[in-house]
């Protein structure tokens, strides 16, 4: 396994500095060497072992401008090699020429547009979890490709579109050289630029050297524990039926097709849910599981400036889940899924200091700020930008499976939101999405969203110790192995002074803090596991303020309304589609008149 990347150039282009955030990004160490490296003899200093990425033109001209028939012993003692971003020069045909064979190589032009790419089902050391997806890409320019009849048995096809192929690898002299065609590497600085990450406008700039790092440094660079999985659903009350959810067959449902479900449940109804329901989640707690949805669910209750009004929803919000759980005798999870998806910056910093565990969210910028946000920020396993409170992203349906496991490549956790309107005809759609999920064999982890929370961290083996840089507020460590395991913990924390102390498994342990981290270590057993949690001061005090009787009763009509239209939507379709033509016909008239 491969342990440094070396990167060719005589300096560092934009494509090669877009590899290197790349390679810094998943924790992968590199080097650069000039490219006369691909025709002298290899340096006696370069650390092994090691893979090669290098630009298609550069590798070319090299060629080209050289007397030597073959690549120098640098690419014959690499694990592997990646080349990349083709184009119409001869530098890219001598290259190809050279690795494929003149007589047999044919290249073709795809026009920019949509095309469907095919990954490989063959391959599956290389191309991981994503084998065998088909992926409708858009194409924003003309793209160079092997026609793949004429270079059949040369080269492996691992991503192809109709019969050209884009992503493909050829054995030359034992070693296993990948030609990755897309013209350009993806800037992981670059805004997010939709409420999402969406593959599909990224695919060839980025697929082929993720799948590339996450297969050639696997074991080397930090990675996730498990690949765990959950649905979660936005609102219902916990009565036997909220608009299409009937929640005894959904609790039948998910046992027969194997997935867990959330309920993203809001506090205001904390006195409202039903003992038979109750009764359904602590039978099956490890399919049904609660996390918080806002505080009364009222628009942009979170997206605000202003930490005072954020914290006295993030209190009442806790304290009225506290009391639900009184009540009722079920636990949930300290997990914030914000209503609308919207939030504010300020309000990750208010929930740490609340006791949240983290957010899980599908918008990934706040609102107000759609650009603030970049790409490498939603390739983490969480988004750690605002106060250095995770959001967990999660994912509807439309977004594709091919986004939900390039989720899973990159190491994040699976997590689907879905609405009570996703149930209706026997939830049909919804159910044979989670068994085409479930048949590509991923090992997914269905578990509650807690316990996907609290696994979803990284780990890697250095200098005898086992590493972990955790995400959220708490931590499952286990260790499955048969050797004792000395544990160091990191955790990203910013500001100084903030963390109050650092529980585990309920006692307090010694923490210290270097290099904008927190940093804890303990030893875990064989077959032991131990809870970690990192507990943060106060930030705003007692919570000030409180609604008065207008604004309850204003709260207390909105959910009634939203709740009477949801069941309107499942029992009365003929009266709801009147009643939604008429809602729209108002706002458009008042609009308007405005
Ligand atoms: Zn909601």
């Given at each position: 396994m491969a342990q440094i990347a070396l990167l060719i150039g005589d300096e560092l282009t934009a494509s090669t500095q877009n590899v290197t955030k790349i390679l810094d990004l998943f924790g992968i160490a590199w080097q650069l060497l000039d490219q006369g490296a691909l025709v002298g003899s290899a340096d006696a200093s370069i650390p092994r072992p090691y893979s090669v990425v290098c630009p298609i033109s550069v590798a070319g001209r090299v060629l080209m401008n050289s007397s030597a028939s073959a690549f120098s012993p640098l690419l014959n003692k690499a694990e592997s090699t990646f080349f990349y971003g083709a184009d119409r020069s001869d530098a890219t045909s001598e290259l190809l020429s050279h690795l494929i064979g003149s007589e047999i190589l044919k290249l073709v032009e795809i026009p920019q547009g949509d095309v469907l790419c095919k990954i490989s089902d063959r391959y599956g050391k290389e191309c991981g979890p994503m084998s065998g997806l088909h992926v409708p890409v858009t194409l924003r320019s003309p793209q160079v490709a092997i026609a793949s009849t004429s270079a059949a048995g040369v080269v492996a096809p691992l991503i192809s579109t109709g019969d050209a192929c884009v992503f493909g690898a050829v054995d030359l002299d034992a070693v296993r050289y990948y030609l990755s065609l897309g013209a350009t590497v993806i800037d992981i600085d670059d805004p997010v630029g939709k409420g999402y990450f969406d593959i599909s406008e990224h695919f060839l700039e980025a697929v082929p050297l993720v799948m590339y790092l996450k297969h050639s440094f696997a074991g080397i660079a930090p990675a996730a524990v498990e690949r765990g999985a959950c649905l979660i659903i936005d609102?219902?009350?916990?009565?036997?039926?909220?608009?299409?959810?009937?929640?005894?067959?959904?609790?039948?449902?998910?046992?027969?097709?194997?997935?867990?479900?959330?309920?993203a449940f809001i506090p205001w109804n904390w006195r409202r849910s039903a003992p038979s329901v109750i009764?359904?989640?602590?039978?099956?707690?490890?399919?049904?599981?609660?996390?918080?949805?806002?505080?009364?669910?009222?628009?942009?209750?979170?997206?605000g400036s202003n930490a005072m009004i954020i914290n006295r929803q993030a209190t009442l919000a806790n304290t009225r889940m506290g009391c639900h759980?009184?009540?009722?005798?079920?636990?949930?999870?300290?997990?914030?899924?914000?209503?609308?998806?919207?939030f504010s910056s300020v309000s990750l910093r208010v929930l740490k200091h609340n006791g949240f565990v983290a957010a899980v969210n599908t918008?990934?910028?706040?609102?107000?700020?759609?650009?603030?946000?970049?790409?490498r920020d939603t390739w983490g396993m969480a988004i750690l930008k605002y106060g250095d409170f995770p959001i967990y992203t999660r994912r509807y349906t439309f977004h594709g499976l091919h986004n939900l496991i390039f989720d899973v490549l990159l190491g994040k956790p699976c997590l689907l939101v879905t609405h009570h309107t996703d149930f209706s005809n026997d939830s049909s759609e919804l159910l044979e999405f989670i068994d085409r999920l479930n048949a590509l064999k991923l090992e997914l982890k269905w578990r509650s969203l807690g316990g996907?929370?609290?696994?979803?961290?990284q780990h890697w083996f250095a200098g005898g110790n086992r590493h972990v840089r955790m995400f959220g507020n708490e931590v499952i460590v286990e260790n499955a192995g048969w050797d004792p395991q000395h544990v160091i913990v990191e955790k990203s924390e910013r500001v100084t002074g903030s963390v109050a102390r650092v529980e585990l498994a309920g006692r307090q342990v010694k923490f210290g803090s270097t290099d904008n981290s927190l940093r804890f270590e303990f030893d875990l057993r064989p077959e032991e596991s131990a809870l970690a949690r990192v507990c943060f001061t106060e930030m705003c005090g007692e919570p000030v303020g409180k609604k008065g009787l207008g604004g309850q009763a204003k709260v207390a009509a909105r959910r009634y309304a939203s709740e009477l239209r949801d069941e309107l939507h499942a029992r009365a379709p003929l009266i709801y589609k009147q009643a939604e033509k008429a809602r729209r016909w108002i706002h458009a008239s008042m609009a308007a008149a405005h």
């Open positions: 609102d219902p009350v916990l009565r036997p039926r909220y608009g299409f959810v009937n929640f005894k067959k959904l609790a039948a449902t998910a046992v027969e097709r194997d997935f867990s479900c959330n309920i009764e359904l989640f602590k039978e099956h707690s490890d399919r049904l599981s609660l996390s918080v949805h806002g505080c009364d669910h009222s628009s942009l209750e979170f997206a759980r009184k009540r009722t005798g079920l636990a949930h999870d300290a997990l914030m899924v914000f209503p609308q998806g919207a918008e990934v910028s706040p609102t107000g700020s759609p650009s603030l946000t970049q790409i996907v929370i609290r696994r979803a961290y």
